[in-house]
T-cell receptor, first 113, second 116 residues
Framework: GESVGLHLPTLSVQEGDNSIINCAYS??????FIWYKQESGKGPQFIID?????DKRQGQRVTVLLNKTVKHLSLQIAATQPGDSAVYFC????????????FGKGTTLSVSS | GAVVSQHPSWVICKSGTSVKIECRSL??????MFWYRQFPKQSLMLMAT?????????EQGVEKDKFLINHASLTLSTLTVTSAHPEDSSFYIC????????????FGPGTRLTVL
């Protein structure tokens, strides 16, 4: 079936560096994408989303880039902080009513001081 | 913002017993709720989709008679794990989508189930 995956299972950065987390998706019908952050023992926390009619969207310290040509999604975190350490998941959805988000495998971000 | 709660946050039960997990949307009406299961160091796997007032739709490989889902109101869905076994031990997470047509799913904090 269709799946959403991430390129790297772990990413280690220094505090203050910029982090880039990547995701590849395979369903060309997907038109809505979300990045979630999950800390240990907690539910996923919404970070930022993007629709397929856009290729870039910025939030506070975060930017999501969407390349529909190669079905690639990335999350950029500026000035990474220790509190950003968590597992990051990309998720995809289509406009079909009632469909659930499908999650990728996750990337563990470790930020050292 | 939209808040989803789950109760209990953790539960330990004996093998063979049933456990009920509640998922509530606190400040919005959720026409659709979703149940996910997450094993350690793995991603969230969709178990079922639940629409208010209708039967849940289960993903392939998920036993509907073992994982009973009830979505009786626009703010409450329950997942009952019947005759639980140790292999059912997992982190169960619900999410809810509002009635306004937004795509965003809001997630609960999860319930840690341990079956002895």
């Amino acid at each position: 079936g269709e799946s959403v995956g991430l390129h790297l299972p772990t990413l280690s950065v220094q505090e203050g560096d910029n982090s880039i987390i990547n995701c590849a998706y395979s369903n060309s019908a997907s038109d809505y994408f979300i990045w979630y952050k999950q800390e240990s023992g907690k539910g996923p926390q919404f970070i930022i989303d993007i629709r397929s009619n856009m290729d870039k969207r910025q939030g506070q310290r975060v930017t999501v880039l969407l390349n529909k040509t190669v079905k690639h999604l990335s999350l950029q975190i500026a000035a990474t902080q220790p509190g950003d350490s968590a597992v990051y998941f990309c998720a995809e959805n289509t406009r079909q009513a009632g469909t659930a988000l499908i999650f990728g495998k996750g990337t563990t971000l470790s930020v050292s001081s | 913002g939209a808040v989803v709660s789950q109760h209990p946050s953790w539960v330990i039960c004996k093998s063979g017993t049933s456990v009920k997990i509640e998922c509530r949307s606190l400040d919005f009406q959720a026409t659709t709720m979703f149940w996910y299961r997450q094993f350690p160091k793995q991603s969230l796997m969709l178990m079922a989709t639940s629409n208010e007032g209708s039967k849940a739709t289960y993903e392939q490989g998920v036993e509907k008679d073992k994982f009973l889902i009830n979505h009786a109101s626009l703010t409450l869905s329950t997942l009952t794990v019947t005759s639980a076994h140790p292999e059912d031990s997992s982190f169960y997470i619900c999410s809810a989508r509002g009635a306004l047509g937004t795509d965003t799913q809001y997630f609960g904090p999860g319930t840690r189930l341990t079956v002895l």
